[in-house]
């Protein structure tokens, strides 16, 4: 046997060109294209990627009336929770494919290529990248469409709006940290449904003694409850930190996924304590919100708004809105000179002091009923607007026009106000009928029942709504004219229904009125 | 006739595996073309080959090769960079075309230019003849044609050492003919290190043979070299020689034997099995009828 030992100084031929650092990141650049074109042809990434896009732009293409007029810091918000269902998919396939060498055998194989495991992992992390990316592209569409709207409100936030990627970006990384820590194929499945055990919880949490705590989740729900929007700066939410610490997370993922798959270079090392240090300083600076400050802005603006609202005058009236409200003061000032322009006597000349507000005493953005004004000419307006927002403000007005507060609407009027106030607020509007449907609680134009209106409904009796009905009917000059000419009449608590219909020339309801109907 | 240059040495390769010696003190020179290593079954081929394959690191010993020192990390990459790899049973991404996985395998080979890639992908599955179907799915190949889409991946990036374990295992006749000639090819200005069980490879594609048993060397030498082992020592008799180190009927009824013929005996012209079979202890190889 001969063990002869010489030394080499031969290569072989046609080899590769030794290559630098450069063309190594440019290697596992190559290899992330190459996973993100497989991820992107996985089917359940495909389709919900479709999904995705194909529910965000049916969002934007069938809106009612109100989404002519988006807050924009709830539009922000509202562009989380779509991506959620690609997100899963992501972390599904990611996991798939930093699993793939495992399940076909190829470990051996690839583990004496020149990039390292540590390389292909980083690799893997990055194709998610662009799926992230075109989230992002989704959520900016989408805010940028809602943004250029003429009747867009107030602002969004950065932060909120990168929420939804990083979310993506998040489980695709997590999709590849779990084929390391747990490389088993229903290993994220088992990790979807605990984590989103664990947001319901943080959901939860932060509903309760401990809101601060919510933040830790990388999304939380709580805040988007259906209620009506608040100016940001009372929203309480820090948007930038909370992406700060999403991007840490992402970033400490990342590396940790590098550490366990080998890649304990300095460079990794260093990556390390940067993305624990930006997810300590995201986490922490979630935590130091100046609470009490907040709670009493809150206060502050819903009793006393005036504090905090800047006014502009039309024609003798008074607009009031928060600064982020200012340019649906117009807006507001031309539904009360319709509405006045139907009525009679000193209403014509009537000033009215309209006055945006909102209830946080219950929390913020929740389903909350605000209180009537009992000042005179005072006009509640809420903060949303456009859509069945406009004819129940109409409301509002209509009824300090004819009753001079709000809250008259507490006190039963069932007598030839509600039909003048109704006809205020339909006789001029383009479409009555479909308005006056639209506008009552009960979708209906008979029979008795509640009128919407920013504050406390306005309640109709049967009578009182056969009376409207009649008076749609009819040619809308001549009822003007006749609503003009009974001024006095019809804004008299002591006028019936039945009074009312015969000055106005209608049919008289038949039947007792009934007044607790 | 000069001796090629050694492009591979390896110096007291030793490897354990729980108590038993996978390879004991293995020491061994390449040169390029094709050599055949051949052995029984737990001779320590495959280990060797992961070892100088970088698969897995010696416990002792040390060996370099295409110049390069893979007990370093610079040398070991540089190794990685100039390596084809072609495992006992390799393994496939299946719903990748056999396209898609030889390029995924240059691109874990930092080959990083995409045209450039891309040629020498479609260079080496036209080498392997695989042309036609580069555009189909793995799972839809032959046993044959996977074969071959593992060889191309091998192949791809021109290495300059090249480690088969085993390739023509499973192939049918044709197939192993096709793959000979592929081998032949691949040999051609590289270093080629072929472990089989096939004397005819060896014989067929080999300039050089190793005989690895029980972890040891135990021949290093040409292929007629190791045939000559066996001159003198091959006899037919009409019944098997109890006296021989192996023995088998022949097709034409008579006992081909192996070992140290009796006087008289009518000798027969060696093949490189029964130089093989010689070299091997006679406790690990016993050949019957």
């Not at chain 1, 999709?175 to 990790?191: E, N, S, T, Y």
């Not at chain 1, 001549?478 to 008299?492: D, N, P, Y």
């Not at chain 2, 034997?257 to 099995?273: Q, R, S, Y």
Request: proline letters at 6%; one cysteine or more.
């Amino acid at each position: 046997m001969s063990a002869t030992i010489t030394t080499v100084t031969d290569s072989a031929p046609g080899l590769p060109e030794t290559q630098g650092p450069g063309s190594r990141t440019g290697a596992v650049l190559a290899l992330a294209r190459f996973e993100a074109r497989e991820l992107l042809l996985q089917i359940p990434v495909l389709v919900f990627l479709l999904l995705y896009v194909g529910f965000t732009t049916a969002r934007l293409t069938f809106q009612d009336g109100m989404s002519d007029y988006p807050v924009l810091n709830t539009v922000d918000r509202n562009t989380q929770t779509a991506p959620l269902f690609l997100a899963v998919a992501l972390l599904v396939c990611s996991n798939a494919a930093a699993l793939r060498s495992r399940k076909h055998g190829t470990v051996q194989q690839f583990d004496v290529m020149a990039m390292e495991p540590w390389r292909r992992v980083l690799a893997h992390v990055l194709s998610t990248v662009p799926l992230a990316v075109l989230t992002a592209v989704v959520v900016a569409g989408e805010f940028t469409r809602e943004a250029l709207k003429p009747g867009a409100i107030g602002h969004g936030s950065v932060g909120e709006l990168a929420v939804g990627p990083l979310v993506v970006l998040m489980a695709g990384i997590t999709g590849v940290l779990l084929a390391r820590l747990v490389p088993m194929p229903f290993a994220p499945m088992l990790f979807v449904v605990a984590a989103y055990l664990l947001m319901v919880l943080a959901t939860d949490v932060s509903e309760s003694d401990e809101p601060q705590v919510g933040w830790l989740s990388p999304m939380v729900f709580s805040g988007i409850s259906g209620g009506d929007p608040v100016p940001s700066d009372l929203l309480g939410r820090p948007a930038a930190w909370h992406a700060l610490y999403l991007l840490g997370l992402c970033a400490a993922l990342t590396c940790a996924a590098l550490l366990l798959s080998g890649g304990r270079t300095r460079g990794v090392k260093a990556a390390t304590a940067l993305a624990l240090a930006v997810t300590a300083a995201g986490a922490i600076g979630q935590f130091t919100r100046d609470t009490a400050a907040l709670e009493a802005a809150r206060k502050t603006a819903s009793t006393t708004p005036q504090k905090v609202q800047s006014c502009t005058e039309h024609d003798g009236s008074t607009y009031c809105a928060f600064p982020e409200w200012k340019g649906v003061r117009d807006d507001w000032a031309a539904v009360v000179e319709r509405v006045r322009s139907a009525a009679g006597g000193s209403a014509t000349e009537a000033s009215v002091t309209v006055r945006q507000r909102i209830d946080t005493s219950g929390g913020i953005e929740v389903d909350s009923a605000l209180n009537p004004s009992a000042t005179p000419g005072v006009v509640t307006v809420g903060t949303r607007w456009g859509g069945n927002r406009v004819p129940e403000f109409a409301v509002g007005a209509a009824t300090v026009l004819v009753a001079g507060t709000e809250d008259a609407t507490t006190r039963a009027m069932c007598d030839a106000r509600a039909v003048t106030i109704m006809w205020l607020v339909l006789g001029t509007d383009p479409t009555p009928m479909a308005t006056f449907r639209d506008v009552r609680l009960d979708d209906s134009t008979t029979g008795s029942g509640l009128v919407l209106a920013p504050t406390n409904g306005l309640s109709l009796t049967s009578h009182q709504t056969a009376v409207v009905g009649e008076l749609l009917a009819r040619p809308r000059a001549e009822i003007t004219a006749l609503v003009k000419k009974h001024w006095s009449e019809l804004t008299s608590a002591r006028t019936s229904t039945a009074e009312a219909a015969k000055l106005l020339g209608v049919a008289v309801p038949q039947g007792v009125e009934s007044c607790d109907e | 006739m000069t001796t090629p240059p050694t492009t591979v040495t390896a110096t007291g390769l030793s490897l354990r595996y729980g108590g038993t010696h996978a390879l004991d003190g293995v020491s061994l020179r390449l040169t390029r073309g094709v050599t055949g290593l051949l052995g029984p079954n737990g001779a320590g081929k495959t280990t060797l080959l992961r070892v100088l394959a970088t698969a897995v690191p010696p416990d002792r010993g040390e060996f370099t090769a295409l110049g390069h020192d893979p007990g370093t990390s610079a040398g070991r990459l540089a190794l990685r960079r100039a390596l084809g790899y072609l495992p006992q049973t390799p393994g496939f991404h299946p719903d990748f075309t056999a396209f898609a996985f030889v390029d995924y395998v240059a691109i874990l080979k930092e080959l990083t230019d995409r045209a450039a890639r891309h040629r020498e992908v479609r260079r080496v599955l036209d080498a392997v003849d695989l042309a036609d179907v580069r555009g189909k799915r793995i799972k839809r190949l032959s046993g044959g044609m996977r074969q071959r889409v593992a060889l191309a991946a091998a192949l791809v990036g021109d290495p300059g050492f090249l480690v088969l374990d085993e390739p023509t295992v499973g192939l049918d006749p044709e197939q192993r003919m096709r793959f000979r000639g592929l081998i032949a090819e691949a040999g051609e200005g590289r270093t080629v290190l072929l472990s089989t069980h096939q004397t005819e490879d060896v014989a067929m594609l080999c300039h050089r043979v190793v005989v690895l048993a029980q972890g040891r060397v135990r021949f290093e030498g040409t292929p007629a070299e190791l045939t000559a082992r066996a001159a003198g020592r091959v006899w037919s008799s009409a019944e098997r020689d109890p006296a021989a180190l192996a023995g088998w009927r022949t097709g034409t009824g008579t006992f081909r034997n192996v070992g140290d013929p009796p006087e008289g005996a009518h000798l027969l012209e060696p093949t490189l099995e029964d130089g093989y079979l010689l070299t091997l202890d006679s406790e690990s190889r016993t050949v019957t009828a």
